[in-house]
T-cell receptor, first 112, second 115 residues
């Protein structure tokens, strides 16, 4: 299973765009990249998933370069409520016994 | 539709006791996974069950066991509790065992405190 590396913490201000980069140098051919958000005393919440290039949904964008050794979660115009821990996960969801491996995550703190 | 529900929300036990945590997946979801999250760390995978069979196991001692019922709900059992078992225990469900674009949906967990 590919290991991921993320910044431990990031600070931002309301209204700014936040980009969180995740390194996964050993990503395998069948691996997908998934991001989760977690607030204190709550379970992680799925944000976005991608395999290559760019994926966009109503809350975020995910940029994946051609070599797929890293990925960037982009949160447009963050608000105070985006203060949370963000996890980058890499794995093959189609194999038996798929395990979701969480790292330490990135603590994002949005200031007014 | 209701999300993943876990019970109880909080639990206090003493060392050596046994505990059972319960999870009801989202309706229609057949896969359930369990995670342990110690304060300040990311969730650590314990088990995955799909169609009532264990499909994956993390690096946890045999004191930890689980099962999935015909209605796809699940129980996590921990025997001989240790202080280090104090954590938030999370349950997640997904439609199938594993598939792209089928992310796991997490409950809000059971906070277990060992005295």
């Amino acid at each position: 299973l590919a290991k991921t590396t993320q910044p431990i913490s990031m600070d931002s201000y309301e209204g700014q765009e936040v980009n969180i980069t995740c390194s996964h140098n050993n990503i395998a051919t069948n691996d997908y990249i998934t991001w989760y958000q977690q607030f204190p005393s709550q379970g992680p919440r799925f944000i976005i998933q991608g395999y290559k290039t760019k994926v966009t949904n109503e809350v975020a964008s995910l940029f994946i370069p051609a070599d797929r050794k890293s990925s960037t979660l982009s949160l447009p115009r963050v608000s105070l409520s985006d203060t949370a821990v963000y996890y980058c996960l890499v794995g093959d969801p189609n194999t038996g016994g798929f395990k979701t491996i969480f790292g330490a995550g990135t603590r994002l703190f949005v200031k007014a | 539709d209701a999300g993943v529900t876990q019970s109880p929300t909080h639990l206090i036990k003493t060392r050596g006791q046994h505990v059972t945590l319960r999870c009801s997946p989202i309706s229609g979801h057949k896969s359930v996974s369990w995670y342990q999250q110690v304060l300040g760390q990311g969730p650590q995978f314990i088990f995955q069950y799909y169609e009532k069979e264990e499909r994956g196991r993390g690096n946890f001692p045999d004191r930890f066991s689980a099962r999935q019922f015909p209605n796809y709900s699940s129980e996590l059992n921990v025997n001989a509790l240790l202080l280090g078992d104090s954590a938030l225990y999370l349950c997640a469900s997904s439609l199938r065992q594993g598939a792209a674009n089928q992310p796991q949906h997490f409950g809000d967990g059971t906070r277990l405190s060992i005295l």
